[in-house]
């Protein structure tokens, strides 16, 4: 049996894509290893979104490459698949996105039709891709010339693969994709988001459904209103805004304005007081100067965000805004990041209070990486890997995928304590 281990780089829908190749890889009669250095192959789905995922792949590939048989796949290869071939002919072959079969069918395995998944993730949670590619054409994004136009999966197939999860345990089930509110429309011809929503809830055993990658123009009343009434759908938008300038936001070509980002939040808040809201932003992108950074700063100071991620803009070939060139100095950029990050963080010193002594519910996800003794959760409030966490005091044996009601004690940083009796 050829012993086979895989590297799995960049986002959770590429990790799902990943998922699926282990799972082939078994049963076409691979033996799967978790450390590289005992793989006589070893397949790396590389990244290729922006400059310092695609180091990250290219510092992966040259550890490897020389020493060991390499397979490279993914959205990097899928880029710049020439270029790739030219610099690094170390690599036995370069194989695209979705290209699990023609991996399988490379090492001589035995290629099967089922798509099935070989979970990484605790088994409390996974990643539920439902649709490919965007529409969209965001100046700044090079992601629709690497995974083409949106192409939603079949309503039937992601509920089959939704009730394999839960069969497994999974009791939180994280909807992705690259723009999952256009659910559907390709497909059937209309919005069939709520559709799947509803469909889903119906599953029995899962708990928690949260969706991520939310286009903030796509977040209507009747969903936000559909979360408000849902027992499983969690009131968490995440939603990334990328900036609030008019001026930049035109340039990036979001589709809409600072004014209607102010309507979206406070008609979100109106109707679900407890909604938590996670976004990204760009820094420093060409048409920003100091007076839209400045009004992008003011705006996370007013605290309507309680969890911010945050890059500093690349100038990627390819895309709308490489003709604006990159005239912002990599040092301003930086500082300019340090900043905004800075205020979120003096917002969250004062969001946190509220959650004092509050009862929540927490989903174990496993333990602490230092003893491996202290139980590790989520509330509704934290999307796994992207957010904080939340240590749990309690004489209690806990296991993952358990739901657990306690009272927060503490907040360690962003981290929450919580006491189970």
């Not at 076409?28 to 250095?37: I, K, Q, R």
Request: contains cysteine; neutral net charge.
């Amino acid at each position: 049996m050829k012993k086979v281990g895989v590297i799995s780089l960049g986002c959770a829908k590429n990790l799902v894509d990943t998922e699926k190749l282990l799972y082939k890889l078994k049963e076409g009669g691979a033996f799967l290893v978790s450390d590289p250095e005992d793989a006589d192959v070893l397949v790396i789905n590389t990244c290729g979104f922006i400059e310092p995922a695609k180091r990250e792949s290219i510092e992966s590939i040259l550890e490897f490459a020389e020493n060991k048989k390499v397979i490279v796949m993914g959205c990097l290869v899928q880029r710049y698949k020439e270029e790739l071939s030219k610099e690094i002919p170390e690599v036995t072959a370069y194989f695209g996105t979705e290209s699990w079969d023609q991996v399988v069918e490379f090492l001589n395995l035995k290629v099967t039709n089922q798509e099935r998944r070989i979970l990484t993730t605790p088994k409390s949670y996974a990643y539920l891709k439902i649709a490919e590619g965007c529409n969209r054409l965001c100046s700044f994004c090079a992601i629709p010339s690497i995974r083409g136009r949106h192409r939603s999966s079949p309503l039937e197939s992601i509920l089959s693969e939704a009730k394999d999860l839960v069969s497994q345990g999974v009791k939180e089930l994280c909807i992705v994709s690259q723009d999952t509110t256009y659910y559907g429309r390709d497909l059937y011809g209309k919005d069939y988001f709520l559709k799947l929503l509803e469909e889903l809830e119906k599953i029995q055993g899962l708990e928690w459904i949260r969706i991520m990658y939310m286009y903030p123009s796509e977040i209507s009343d009747s969903l936000i209103d559909y979360i408000k009434n849902s027992k499983k759908v969690l009131p968490y938008f995440d939603m990334p805004l990328q900036h609030v300038s008019n001026k930049v936001l035109k340039s990036m070509r979001r589709g809409y304005t600072k004014e209607y980002i102010l309507e979206l939040l406070q008609k979100i808040h109106s109707h679900l007081p407890n909604a938590i809201v996670r976004t990204t932003f760009i820094v420093g992108y060409p048409e920003e100067g100091e007076k839209e950074f400045m009004e992008l700063l003011d705006f996370v100071k007013e605290g309507y965000i309680h969890w911010l991620g945050a890059f500093i803009y690349y100038q990627e070939e390819g895309t709308h805004a490489y003709a604006l060139g990159d005239p912002i100095p990599k040092k301003e950029k930086r500082e300019r990041l340090k900043a905004l990050l800075k205020a979120q963080k003096d917002v969250w010193k004062s969001k946190k209070k509220e959650f004092l002594g509050k009862e929540v519910k927490v989903l174990i996800d496993g333990y602490d990486k230092d003893t491996n003794l202290v139980p590790i959760g989520r509330t509704y409030m934290q999307a796994p890997e992207v957010d904080s966490v939340v240590y749990i005091d309690s004489e209690r044996y806990l296991k993952p995928g358990d739901m657990v009601l306690g009272k927060v004690t503490r907040i360690k940083g962003y981290d929450f304590v919580v006491r189970v009796e």
